[in-house]
């Protein structure tokens, strides 16, 4: 059953459903947070007062712009560029570019909503926002991509800047859409501005670990959430959905710190490998030949492809959903926990549906939300961004161990916070309330913003 709202709340989230029609995945994010609110107006009278709520749903900016571009064969192409600057009480807006032709206004606010929440959480000094395009980078040509950067970075330069806006990568935009738009910005502006993009390259401004932050950041989550119930990671069987830049190094940290990783996907289907994925195999299929996940079982012979398969069949005790929004239903859920799972982190941004989170809260078991435990992204891209503003860079292992000490931190944060709202173990109520309550305080002490 949904929870009941909240009755001021609830009006709050009708007015939000009813300004943002046909947001279904916004309004999905916003729900998933006021349902968790309640009890924080009553302990913060001032909030309501201040209407604060009903601020944090409305982004302070949204920008949507034409993107042409010209393919290889001399044809012009139109896309949408979007970017919405959700709210930077804490620091400049900070967030990630997604291009996927799923891309829609609805994605980006809750994407950009989410990462609000998110970046308050790290502790570092970060607003939120997120943007995108939805260009399909399927099957395009380097050159074709580097035309569609350069059009979609003319437009967007204008908005952005290392005290006002940070972009970032996420699905659709890694280390060589960064450089393509880096180096145009660079040239429309005369400057050499590191600070405004992050996920930059190693040379040219970029920080070590970022490129593997998130994932690492979800398996440091899950050590802490195990440490709590007494289990530690050696020798359990994982499964990660997706092959992306998450999934992979999700595996990576998750294999260096004793535990298997037994399947993985991509859109078309899933791979099963029982004697552990080979992350080496794994990296040059995507990172370097950029092929699809159905060609492992052709240097992995004991390994099976199973085309449009389901990975959450897959039996594990530990499971990391690594690539979209909505990927694993409440069945889903309840086949994990029938098989045995005894914890879930998110690397992706909302990839449990609303029934599935609640079949895992209602199971008891370690259930951390993706605003917690795919934060490690963010946080180190503002270590880049410290780096660049300090022309410094640090060592792998330095900033590895503050990406540690910043997961083991928010871990801790969203734990005590659960206790203190007299819900021990809900990650999900944790996160959003210790996140909600930072953004809040900032917003008071700003005046009306
Ligand atoms: P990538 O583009 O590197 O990889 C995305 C992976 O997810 C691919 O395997 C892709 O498969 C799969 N995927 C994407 N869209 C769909 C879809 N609609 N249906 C099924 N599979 C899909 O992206 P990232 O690894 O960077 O991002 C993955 C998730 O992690 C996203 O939710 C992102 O928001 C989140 N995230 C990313 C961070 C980062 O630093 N990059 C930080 C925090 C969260 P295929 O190739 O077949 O499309
Ligand atoms: O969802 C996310 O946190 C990201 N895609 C990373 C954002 C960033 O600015 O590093």
Known sequence: MTPVLDENI??????????????EEFHQAVREVLETLGPVLVKYPEFARERIIERVCEPERQIIFRVPWQDDRGEVQINRGFRV??????????????????????????????????????????????????????????????????????????????????????????????????????????????????????????????KEATGYGVVYFVREMLRTRNETLEGKRCIVSGSGNVAIYTIEKLHQLGAKVVACSDSGGVVVDEQGIDIDLLKTLKEVERRRICDYVKYRREAVYQPGGNIWDVPCQIALPSATQN??????????????????????????????????????????????????????????????????????????????????????????TAEEFGAPGNYVLGANIAGFIKVARAMLALGLI
């Open 10 to 23: 609830e009006a709050i989230y009708q007015q939000v459903k009813s300004r943002n029609p046909g947001e």
């Open 327 to 416: 990927e694993l239903n409440g069945r889903d859920a309840r086949t994990l926990v029938r098989n045995g799972c005894i914890a879930v982190a998110e690397g992706a941004n909302m990839p449990t549906t609303p029934e599935g989170v609640r079949v895992f809260l209602e199971a008891g078991i370690a259930y951390g939300p993706g605003k917690a435990a795919n934060a490690g992204g963010v946080a180190t891209s503002a270590l880049e961004m410290q780096q660049n503003a300090s022309r410094d860079s640090w060592s792998f292992e330095f900033t590895e161990q503050r990406l540690d000490e910043i997961m083991t931190g928010i871990h801790t944060l969203v734990s005590e």
């Open 85 to 210: 600057e959700f709210n930077s009480a804490l620091g400049p807006y900070k967030g990630g570019l997604r291009f996927h032709p799923s891309v829609t206004l609805g994605t980006v606010k809750f994407l950009g909503f989410e990462q609000v929440f998110k970046n308050a959480l790290t502790g570092m000094p970060i607003g939120g926002a997120k943007g995108g395009s939805d260009f399909d980078p399927k099957g395009r040509s380097d050159g074709e991509i580097m035309r569609f950067c350069q059009s979609f970075m003319l437009e967007l330069y204008r908005h952005l800047g290392e005290y006002t806006d940070v972009p970032a990568g996420d699905i659709g935009v890694s280390g060589r859409e960064i450089g393509y738009m880096f180096g145009q910005y660079k040239r429309i502006t005369n400057r050499y501005e590191s600070g405004v993009l992050t996920g930059k390259g190693i040379g040219w401004g970029g920080s070590l670990v970022r």
